[in-house]
């Protein structure tokens, strides 16, 4: 029974290392045949035929993702095309599959000169930062960070606000205030604009009841009918009484009638005098 166990074990043990060697042998197969993808696509890149270039690298990496050459290679192709977005993207898988200092300092080094070409300067410091420390030695490297703190200290100088996320934030956040005032100002002043439509219709009611219907405006007061029936009756003559009217003719017929009167008085007077004559000397 010992015996049996101790095949089976050994048995299992040559399985396993077998399996482990056709694991290897495969792996190795793939790495060697991304390699001849990578080599083919260099000669053609060498060449200036980039899109056969770039199939040939793209092959090498669909076979092994983790392809460090296949990608820092087809970054520089995409550089030199000025596509600095894919080559940003490959370089970033070198950077992230890289097993040596060296693989790692190229892919930073590059990231950090495509970052400095499109202007993100802040973004450009870090990556060369990266490449530092893999090889602090690297005078190209050292010169780049250089430039490009200089860069990005002037961009912040220039715009502080957008190297400050929390001030954005807050810059966002008062827009959405001032937006917030800026609508209930508007309403405000629509809700006034309507209350003083609704206030001159009302006012415009209003006068139209002061007319008359043929638009004459009334009085501010109305004769009561009852106050003017008591004047006419005060002004008209009582019976057995003489209007105002009829006293003032009786008087100046009175009057005239004295004149008269007087005048034949006088008359009669002068008439019956002695008339007096001249002397006749």
């Known amino acids: ?44 890149a060498a060449n200036d035929a980039f899109v056969e270039a770039e199939m040939e690298y793209r092959k090498a990496l669909s076979i092994k993702p983790t392809q460090v050459a296949g990608a820092y290679n087809l970054g520089h192709q995409y550089i030199k095309k ?9 370089n970033q898988q070198a950077a992230k599959n890289a097993t040596t200092k060296e693989e790692k300092h190229n892919a930073f080094h590059n990231m950090g000169n495509i970052l400095m070409e499109e202007k993100k ?5 870090e990556a060369y930062k990266s490449a530092l420390r893999s090889d602090p030695s690297d005078d190209e490297t050292r010169y780049n960070f250089a430039l490009a703190k200089a860069c990005a200290k002037q961009q912040e100088d220039d715009n502080p606000q957008d190297d400050d996320k929390d001030g954005e934030n807050n810059k966002d956040k008062d827009d959405s205030k001032d937006k917030d005032k800026d609508k209930e100002q508007e309403d ?70 004295e004149q008269k009167v007087q005048e034949k008085i006088n008359a009669q007077k002068v008439k019956g005098a002695k008339q007096q004559t001249d002397k006749d000397w």
Do not use: H
Not at 12 to 20: C, E, K, P, R
Not at 200 to 214: I, R
């Open 1 to 44: 029974m010992k015996n049996v166990l101790t095949y089976i074990l050994l048995l299992l043990s040559v399985t396993v290392v077998a399996q482990d060697k056709t694991e290897e042998k495969a792996a190795l197969k793939q790495k060697l045949k991304a390699q001849s993808f990578v080599a083919e696509a260099n000669d053609l």
């Open 82 to 90: 000025g596509n600095f977005e894919e080559a940003l993207y490959r």
């Open 121 to 125: 300067c802040k973004e450009a410091v």
């Open 188 to 257: 405000n002043k629509d809700k006034d604009q309507q209350d003083k439509e609704d206030q001159g219709d009302k006012d415009k009611k209003d006068g139209d009841q002061d007319k008359d219907e043929e638009g004459a405006p009334k009085d501010d007061k109305e004769s009561d009918p009852k106050e003017g029936d008591k004047e006419n009756q005060q002004n008209q003559p009582q019976p057995g009484q003489m209007s105002p009217q009829q006293i003032k003719n009786l008087l100046e017929a009175m009057n005239n009638q």
